[in-house]
């Protein structure tokens, strides 16, 4: 190889390292705001296994402070290139709650069911009405992996205790929850126009298009 044939070629080697760097540096930032009375998160009384559920449980389907929606997912659809790798995530039991109550995984991903408390839970996880899942956890420390090959919105109930509820969204590509204050990002997307949907589990889905630049941030408020 001449020397100048071999500066190309490192020169082609180099542009490969830094290039899916570059095109994927966009990023998407915002807040989901919700216009409604803010809603602190009321309690549901606990019947059953009070010593390990305690008396009541926080309801946690709206939360909404400081006129921030939290639990929201917001997906980026139409993005081209690699789906999102698959992630090992964790469904906990802890006081007879779900933990998180609301979480979005890439296709593909596995799911540690696990139960920090010494009673019964039964597991059931339902896509609409069909099961994904169900499974008796009769004893703290247990580890139930599920891989979640199929994309939708999972709603996991406990036939033990019917206040227990949590919403796994399996998605496609790339997504983020909203914290606390509504606030959420959305990393290392290419540079493009994309429609974004939002859900929440009782307030429904909303849509917005959006232009990611290159580099730096494109913000969206998403309201509800
Ligand atoms: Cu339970």
């Not at 994309?194 to 232009?211: I, M, N």
Request: net charge positive; charged share 20%.
């Amino acid at each position: 190889m001449s020397r100048r044939a071999a500066r190309s070629h490192a020169l082609a080697a180099l542009l490969a390292l830094l290039l899916p760097a570059a095109v994927r540096a966009g990023e998407l930032r915002g807040t989901v705001r919700y216009a409604g009375a803010a809603a602190p998160a009321a309690a549901v009384p606990v019947h059953k296994d009070q010593e390990a559920c305690g008396t009541s449980v926080p309801d946690e389907s709206l939360l909404a402070a400081g006129g921030g929606l939290a639990n929201v997912v917001v997906q980026v659809r139409g993005v081209s290139g690699p789906a999102p790798r698959p992630v090992r995530a964790t469904l906990d039991q802890d006081h007879c709650r779900f933990r998180p109550h609301v979480q979005a995984v890439p296709v593909g991903s596995t799911m540690d069911i696990v139960s920090s408390d010494p009673v019964l839970h039964n597991v059931h996880g339902w896509i609409g009405r069909a099961t994904v899942f169900n499974q008796a956890m009769p004893t703290p420390g247990r580890r139930m992996p599920r891989r979640l090959d199929r994309p939708g919105i999972i709603q996991v109930k406990c036939d033990v205790h019917d206040w227990m509820s949590a919403w796994v969204l399996v998605v496609e590509g790339p997504a983020a929850v909203t914290g606390a204050d509504g606030g959420f990002a959305v990393k290392d997307l290419p540079a493009g126009s994309y429609t974004v949907v939002a859900w929440h589990e009782r307030l429904g889905e909303r849509v917005a298009q959006v232009t990611v630049p290159a580099a730096g941030a494109a913000s969206l408020e998403i309201r509800y």
